[in-house]
Nanobody
Framework: QVQLVESGGGLVQLGGSLRLACAAS????????VGWFRQAPGKEREFVAA????????YYSDSVKGRFTISRDNAKNTVSLQMNSLTPEDTAVYYC???????????????????WGQGTQVTVSS
């Protein structure tokens, strides 16, 4: 049974960088979109970034565009999220999720994803 495992979270200062990784344990991502979402305390979960099944097309929320970069290595069954120029507003638990096969329709909607990781905490101090 496939499980998604996030890693790379931690505490970083304002303006710093972190690189998150999502690994598919016990299987593969297959030909599926993979997304990153985050949830800050007291707030709803929100879309951060997604990448198409072939890695050719990334998508970003407006709040992270130009600062975050999503990438995937299908050979290694990993999807990464490089986060630069972090601010305290980026503080949240970050989740990766597996989306539909061969489709990026509704990539920003969490109901489009059927498998989620346990999350990794990112804290940005000022």
């Amino acid at each position: 049974q496939v499980q998604l495992v996030e890693s790379g979270g931690g505490l970083v200062q304002l303006g710093g960088s972190l690189r998150l990784a999502c690994a598919a344990s016990g299987g593969t991502f297959g030909s599926r979109t993979v997304g990153w979402f985050r949830q800050a305390p007291g707030k709803e979960r929100e879309f951060v970034a997604a990448i198409s099944w072939n890695g050719f097309t990334p998508y970003y929320s407006d709040s992270v565009k130009g600062r975050f970069t999503i990438s995937r290595d299908n050979a290694k069954n990993t999807v990464s999220l490089q986060m630069n120029s972090l601010t305290p507003e980026d503080t949240a638990v970050y989740y990766c999720a597996r989306g539909p096969p061969f489709s990026t329709v509704r990539y920003s909607r969490d109901e489009s994803y059927d498998l989620w990781g346990q999350g990794t905490q990112v804290t940005v101090s000022s």
